[in-house]
Structure formats: C-alpha cells, structure tokens
C-alpha cells in the first residue's frame, strides 16, 4: 500500500480526472525480495490546472455543475480508500510461500513476530557476514570470493569461499535458504521422527535454512573445523505449518594432536550447551562420536564436538542416537527434556555465537608452527578420510545433491583443497601419527 500522502495526492487527482485514470500494478519477485505498487495517472490530468491560469478557467456561473463535480470526487474518494483498505490485492490469494516471506521482508522485515523460518534465515546471514570478516583478518592476505546466487523455487543462497590464502588453504562459510516439494517417499521417511507430518499425501512444500563452515588450515598442526546449523520446516499447500526442527553441530578434526586445543573447544561447546541444559552436551557429544564415524575404515572422522538432528521440541531419550555406533558401543546419556521452539532457537543461537571464540585462540596458536614436508604430506592423508566420509556417509551432503535445483558447487565446498590416498599406508608405532589414530579409534571425554 502507498504511503498516506502518497495516497491522498493520488486520489484527489483521480477525483478531477475520473475513475478510469486509475492503474493499479503489483510486482512481487522472490528472488529479488521487491515488492512494487504504482499508481498511474494520465498526465494531461494530473497537470490540468497548471496548465491553463485561473482567469483562463472554465467558470459555470449559475450552473449546478462544479457541485456535481465535487459530489462525484467525494463519493469515488471513499469508495476507492475502502476498496484499498479492505480488499486484497489482485492475485495475493496465489502467491507461493516464498513469494509471500519475500512481501513480508520487503513490507516489514524481521521482528520478533515474524515466522521462525524468517528469524533463522536473518540471524544465519548476520553471524555469515561476522564470521567471514574475522577469518579474512585472521588470513591476512586471502579474501572471500561471494557469490549470491537464486532458486526459481524460491530461496537461494550467499556462498563465501577463500582459497590460497596465508593462513587457510580453503576456506568456505556459506548460508543457504530453500523453498520446494518433498515427494512421497522423503515424507514417509521424515514422518520417522516427525509423527505430525501428514501421512497421507503425495507431496508437501518445506523450507530449509541453514549455515555450513569447513575451513582447512595450511599448517598441518592447525586443525580442520566444520560447523553447520539448520532449520526445517514442512506445509501444506495453504501454508499450515506441519512439521518443524532444528539440527547441527560443529566439529574439529586434527591432524597432530594438542590436547590442550580439544579441551578448549569442548568447553567452549560446553558451555554454550549448558546454557539451556546440561543433558544437551553429554547428549550431542555422543552423538557427535557415532555420527562422524568411517564404517569402513573404523575410525572417526576426528575428535569431535556436538551433533544433533530432528531436534523438535518433544522430550527426546538418545538411547538411539540414529547414526552408526562403534562396535564397542557407547552407553546412552541422558533423557533431553521438552522444549518449545522459542527455546531451541535460542540454544542454536549461542551454540553458533560460540563458534569463534572456540576456534580463533586455537588458530593463533597454531597457524605459524614450523612443520615438515612428511608432516604436510599426514595432513593430505587425514584429509583423505574427510572426504570418504563427506561423500559416502554425510546426510546433508546427500540431502543436497538430491534437492532439484541443487548448487553442488556450495555443496561441495567442504571438500579440501588437497588429499592424498596411499596404499597401505601404516604410522610408525608409538609416533604423533599414531597417537591421533588411536584417538580416533575411541572417543575420549575431553571436558
């Protein structure tokens, strides 16, 4: 709707010129967020008494005519500001869900009333851009290449990615937001863990947010660290919500163990987990150490973190972390009491906002340490295994790679810059090599 002055200027030329002056235009474009109404007047109307000077101007002397006029001009003024006021705009009944979210940022923007997709997807760019300015003063001479690109569907994403640089060899922080349609079969496999989900339909719209970080450091006694938290969240056709839920994680894998840099960021963790509840770190550590687990190579990806998926308010018992479990197997924690959306939101929020603090003391500890051509070349080997666990066992990696429309290219930016597969390849016994690959074979409790 035009702004009040707007709209009353408007309306007192239509009521000199008649109704049939009057155009009204709605533009709406999801990707670009714009949201037009124009108003159109003939100008030969909109201009009429400046053209011809008052003592040129027809006068009725005597004749009922200029009240006549008047009369008109009121009564089409009322009826035109009601119509606005109470109406709905020609085609609003038909938008999509992403073209509705694009009205409402454009008329509005984020409070804390607005839908939780709309204050996920605010607060994920805003820490993007934070996160993203502190690593390229961290580097010191790389800098991010942004991409913003769009969905037709609706949605679409910022990609920021930093290779080459002085202190990391590739660099990628990246938030995405998706619009679209599960089939049948993802529904019914959803409604697993999500008994609300309809479980009688063939199709149902969903959003998706979320923000995903993996940088890998040059200096091999640098660790790799990958940080990803999500919202989701399913509708029917007229927008009624059906299903939402949370997930994530973060995670440091090193190459060379220093214990005192584990600890740290366990705590860090810890401490944003503690926050809202206690059960929620002993809970997603374990998780953490089942999920990033290489069946095949029976080893973990590294030394863990947090990780929790489907996480939608309902009191959760982890006796079943849903992920693969170590042969040894790992008792299960605690039950996870009930929360509401507002307060895993929240608990998403710190765990996010602790990400630099948990890392950035560790990286200036380590991205200047000497190290050898052998060393460098353990670093290339233990980036094998993050690789054969991002393409064969990672759900969001699968998830991506199967949406329509996909950017494998985001996608794909967790992979390093540099790996290396060697046959047979055994550490020396009792070496720092094979400390780390002991480590990996069983999860330690580092806090």
Same mark, same amino acid.
């Given at each position: 709707? &035009?702004?009040?002055?707007?709209?009353? %200027?408007?309306?007192? #030329?239509?009521?000199?010129?008649? &109704?049939?002056?009057?155009?009204?235009?709605?533009?709406?474009?999801?990707?670009?967020?714009?949201?037009?109404?124009?108003?159109?007047?003939?100008?030969?109307?909109?201009?009429?008494?400046?053209?011809?000077?008052?003592?040129?101007?027809?006068?009725?002397?005597?004749?009922?005519?200029?009240?006549?006029?008047?009369?008109?001009?009121?009564?089409?003024?009322? +009826?035109?500001?009601?119509?606005?006021?109470?109406?709905?705009?020609?085609?609003?009944?038909?938008?999509?869900?992403?073209?509705?979210?694009?009205?409402?940022?454009?008329?509005?923007?984020?409070? #804390?009333?607005?839908?939780?997709?709309?204050?996920?997807?605010?607060?994920?760019?805003?820490?993007?851009?934070?996160?993203?300015?502190?690593?390229?003063?961290?580097?010191?001479?790389?800098?991010?290449?942004?991409?913003?690109?769009?969905?037709?569907?609706?949605?679409?994403?910022?990609?920021?990615?930093?290779?080459?640089?002085?202190?990391?060899?590739?660099?990628?922080?990246?938030?995405?937001?998706?619009?679209?349609?599960?089939?049948?079969?993802?529904?019914?496999?959803?409604?697993?863990?999500?008994?609300?989900?309809? &479980?009688?339909?063939?199709?149902?719209?969903?959003?998706?947010?979320?923000?995903?970080?993996?940088? %890998?450091?040059?200096?091999?006694?640098?660790?790799?660290?990958?940080?990803?938290?999500?919202?989701?969240?399913?509708?029917?056709?007229?927008?009624?919500?059906?299903?939402?839920?949370?997930?994530?994680?973060?995670?440091?894998?090193?190459?060379?163990?220093?214990?005192?840099?584990?600890?740290?960021?366990?705590?860090?963790?810890?401490?944003?987990?503690?926050?809202?509840?206690?059960?929620?770190?002993?809970?997603?550590?374990?998780?953490?150490?089942?999920?990033?687990?290489?069946?095949?190579?029976?080893?973990?990806?590294?030394?863990?973190?947090?990780?929790?998926?489907?996480?939608?308010?309902?009191?959760?018992?982890?006796?079943?972390?849903?992920?693969? +479990?170590?042969?040894?197997?790992?008792?299960?924690?605690?039950?996870?009491?009930?929360?509401?959306?507002?307060?895993?939101?929240?608990?998403?929020?710190?765990?996010?906002?602790?990400?630099?603090?948990?890392?950035?003391?560790?990286?200036?500890?380590?991205?200047?340490?000497?190290?050898?051509?052998?060393?460098?070349?353990?670093?290339?080997?233990?980036?094998?295994?993050?690789?054969?666990?991002?393409?064969?066992?990672?759900?969001?990696?699968?998830?991506?790679?199967?949406?329509?429309?996909?950017?494998?290219?985001?996608?794909?930016?967790?992979?390093?810059?540099?790996?290396?597969?060697?046959?047979?390849?055994?550490?020396?016994?009792?070496?720092?090599?094979?400390?780390?690959?002991?480590?990996?074979?069983?999860?330690?409790?580092?806090?």
């Amino acid at each position: 709707m &035009p702004p009040l002055p707007s709209l009353f %200027h408007t309306c007192s #030329s239509v009521a000199h010129a008649g &109704p049939r002056c009057l155009a009204r235009h709605v533009n709406l474009s999801s990707s670009s967020r714009q949201f037009q109404w124009q108003h159109t007047l003939p100008r030969r109307h909109i201009s009429y008494h400046r053209k011809l000077p008052p003592k040129q101007l027809p006068h009725f002397r005597g004749s009922p005519f200029p009240y006549l006029r008047v009369s008109f001009g009121v009564v089409f003024l009322g +009826v035109l500001i009601h119509s606005m006021v109470t109406e709905p705009m020609d085609g609003l009944e038909n938008l999509t869900i992403a073209q509705k979210d694009a009205l409402t940022l454009q008329e509005s923007g984020v409070t #804390s009333a607005s839908p939780m997709r709309l204050r996920m997807e605010a607060f994920i760019k805003e820490q993007q851009r934070e996160i993203v300015a502190q690593l390229e003063a961290l580097d010191g001479g790389g800098r991010f290449r942004i991409d913003k690109w769009d969905r037709p569907a609706g949605g679409g994403g910022i990609s920021c990615l930093l290779q080459d640089g002085k202190v990391f060899e590739k660099a990628g922080v990246n938030t995405s937001v998706v619009y679209g349609q599960l089939p049948r079969a993802a529904i019914e496999q959803m409604r697993i863990n999500h008994r609300s989900m309809a &479980p009688d339909t063939d199709s149902l719209g969903f959003f998706a947010a979320g923000i995903s970080i993996v940088l %890998h450091p040059v200096n091999p006694m640098a660790p790799t660290v990958h940080l990803n938290y999500r919202y989701f969240e399913t509708f029917q056709e007229d927008g009624t919500q059906q299903a939402w839920w949370f997930g994530g994680g973060t995670d440091l894998t090193p190459s060379y163990l220093f214990d005192e840099d584990v600890i740290h960021f366990h705590q860090k963790i810890k401490d944003a987990c503690d926050k809202h509840d206690r059960a929620f770190y002993p809970n997603f550590k374990k998780w953490c150490d089942r999920y990033f687990f290489i069946k095949h190579r029976g080893e973990s990806r590294g030394v863990g973190g947090i990780f929790f998926d489907d996480l939608d308010g309902a009191a959760q018992p982890q006796g079943d972390l849903k992920a693969p +479990v170590y042969s040894s197997g790992v008792e299960a924690a605690e039950e996870i009491g009930q929360k509401d959306q507002e307060e895993l939101f929240s608990f998403v929020q710190s765990c996010l906002l602790a990400f630099l603090p948990s890392y950035l003391p560790i990286m200036h500890r380590r991205k200047d340490m000497k190290f050898t051509p052998e060393e460098k070349q353990w670093q290339q080997l233990r980036r094998g295994r993050y690789v054969e666990f991002n393409l064969l066992y990672d759900r969001g990696t699968s998830f991506g790679l199967n949406t329509p429309g996909a950017r494998v290219e985001s996608i794909l930016m967790s992979l390093p810059l540099n790996a290396r597969w060697q046959y047979m390849h055994e550490p020396e016994k009792g070496s720092r090599e094979d400390r780390i690959l002991q480590v990996l074979k069983k999860p330690i409790e580092w806090v």
